[in-house]
């Protein structure tokens, strides 16, 4: 296997699962693996812990400039059930030109790219900061959150940084679209509550609780969003249209992604603010009214939404149901220049018949907790993906896969965006 692909398996070997409740293994020992990875080239690795096993891995690696360009990604994965998995989701195991196992996209294969080319000793343009960080798949208190509150220095003189979901390839019929991750919705997510009368289930309820939550949670399931369209999108539609030569309506979004279902899931998520419930918990007897009840809500806000989205949500919960976060960030956007253009050409460097677009992601990342300290986050892990494979689906799915040329096209990619002289020219 060639180095990434090595480096992939070994992290994929690796069991970082993140249920949620701190329980799990931890980072720990996948962090040792990257620092060690890290200190046999040269290159200084600072382990820390926020909480026992919860590792997180920071270096700097000196450049041309010392304008820094952080790349951030994650150690942890979530679960996986290993009775639905065709290969175990730990194995690591190459087959059919993949790399399998739990975090394989998300994001173990673009850590094993950064650090494939970190290992090659090239020079970069700018100074490089790499982080390999704990619990982004839970709330990032314990990784990114921890690493910007109690580590800042760290960082010192980043302005910029890329990370996951971005740069992979997504094919439309003949036409291969890069896109490149320029802002993210918001984030909250909520516990709700509802109050009553405790009683006996034989007789007439006085105020039930369960009933209650039950009917807000319906209203929120039920509820349609309307389509508030960001400039990001606006942007990412146009260039949509410019690359498959077909005009899209912005008047009838949602017929168009009917018409164009492939290039339509890049933009269908972020349309419209969402709330899906995803957690009940009530009572603890089946002949016994409780006196409160649960339920979680994942909500996601486009940038600039967050007001009109939580007085929509206190609209459709009522007056008998309250709502706290468990966990709240701001939507985030970066300018589509810039950085957005060097990307884009490292891309075309490769795949020089591609079409980098710019892209809003549905769900959120660790940059979020970088944009707290100024610093501009960037969607780019580049994949070059057969038309086949489902990106989307391998976030958190089944059978979760990579491809070992996609890796190693990636590679090629950082090397082209990052070192500070081209090295030989690679076939696009």
Known sequence: MTDVATICSDLLRIDTTNDGTGGGPGERQAAEYVAGLLDEVGIEPIVFESAPRRASVVARIPGDSDDALLIHGHLDVVPADTSEWRIHPFSGEVADGCVHGRGAVDMKGTLAMTLAWARQGRRPKRDLVLAFLADEEATGEYGAGHAVERHRDLFEGCSEAISESGGFSWHDGGTRIY?????????????????????????????????????????????????????????????????????????????????LPRAGVLFKGVLRNSANPTMLDAGYKVNVIPGTAEAHVDGRFLPGLRDEFLATIDRLLGPKVTREFVSFEEGVSSPATGLFDELSAALLAEDPTGRPVPYVMTGGTDAKSFARIGIKGYGFAPLLLPPGLDYFGMFHGVDERVPVEGLEFGVRVLDRLLAAEPAAESAA
């Open 179 to 259: 896109p490149i991750a320029v802002g993210e919705r918001g984030t909250a997510w909520m516990r709700l509550t509802a109050r009553g009368v405790a009683g006996h289930g034989s007789k007439p309820a006085v105020d039930n609780p369960v009933a209650e939550l039950a009917r807000a949670v319906a209203r929120i399931a039920d509820h349609t969003w309307p389509v508030r369209l960001t400039p990001e999108v606006a942007r990412l539609i146009d260039e949509l249209s410019q690359a498959l030569g077909t005009p899209i309506d912005l008047e009838r979004l949602d017929q168009e992604i009917e018409r």
